[in-house]
């Protein structure tokens, strides 16, 4: 059965907000050691390449989020709208993102606890409006894949699954596939990409985050959500680069049946 329009939009918006959270935090590899020195684009003898400035546009208005850094370290990002995300390392992994509104209103939490170098759990704690406590458990399989499941923590702390479910892919260092399942109804996306490199490729630890494609190490050209075999959405994206082959400018299209959302992103280092 295919969505109703109503519910499309709904299901569209929730992709959105995630996707805008993900943004910030969240990254897919297939090795999950840092970087070796010598897939680090530098700009000189040893400075990296690190985007500082993130300008979206809307209503032919720009709104410009500064990212700030210690090394290749992220320390935090404030966005236009006053949105304010703080990041914490323990040695060279990040292991706690906070997130707060204008006038500093506690939004979310998320930690991170790590064994033997790769991600194990992570923990969502949304403060704003209603709170709600979600751990992922991640599970690192033998064919380099990687399986998770949510489960929400309850007020008397105990944990119960919360019916979702999935499964990522790698290759090359970007995340081409994830398989999931919520409610019982399955959603499968996949992902194509250029050669070039990603924006976020330099961000000590973010390799580590396991969850969506902001941070591979190539950039997405192509992405399709297929909801229970049936339904599908795409979204292709369309870059233009600097001398150094990172992306100053993002040309993002999302279409679902005749409805299309187009936005534009750029980026400075």
Not at 86 to 106: H, M, Q, R, V
């Amino acid at each position: 059965m295919l969505l109703k329009k109503n519910q499309l939009q709904t299901f569209y918006l929730k992709i959105q907000i995630m996707k805008k959270v993900v943004l910030l935090f969240s990254i897919a590899f297939l090795s999950f050691t840092p970087y070796p020195n010598d897939e680090i684009k530098i700009i000189n003898n040893d400075t990296p390449i690190l985007v500082k400035e993130i300008i979206n546009y809307k209503d032919d208005k720009q709104y410009v989020d500064k990212i700030t850094y210690n090394g290749n370290k992220i320390v935090s990002q404030n966005n236009a709208d006053g949105f304010i995300i703080n990041y914490t390392y323990t040695g060279d992994l990040i292991t706690k993102i906070e997130a707060f509104e204008y006038k500093g209103k506690p939004y979310f939490t998320q930690h991170y606890t790590y064994v033997n170098g790769k991600i194990d759990t992570s923990t969502f704690t949304m403060h704003s409006n209603f709170y709600h406590k979600t751990e992922i458990k991640y599970t690192h399989n033998a064919d380099g894949t990687v399986s998770y499941n949510n489960f929400t923590t309850l007020p008397s702390g105990e944990k119960q699954p919360n019916a979702r479910g999935g499964k990522y892919t790698f290759n090359n260092g970007n995340l081409i596939k994830e398989e999931s399942l919520y409610e019982g109804r399955e959603t499968v996306i996949t992902y194509e990409y250029d050669t070039k490199n990603n924006v976020f490729r330099n961000v000590l630890g973010f390799n580590l985050l396991l969850d969506r494609i902001t941070c591979s190490v190539n950039n997405v050209t192509k992405l399709t959500s297929k909801f229970s075999d049936i339904e599908s959405m795409t979204t292709t994206y369309v870059y233009k680069y600097d001398s150094d082959d990172f992306p100053k400018e993002e040309i993002k299209t999302d279409v679902y049946e005749t409805s299309t959302y187009t936005k534009k992103i750029s980026y400075r280092y």
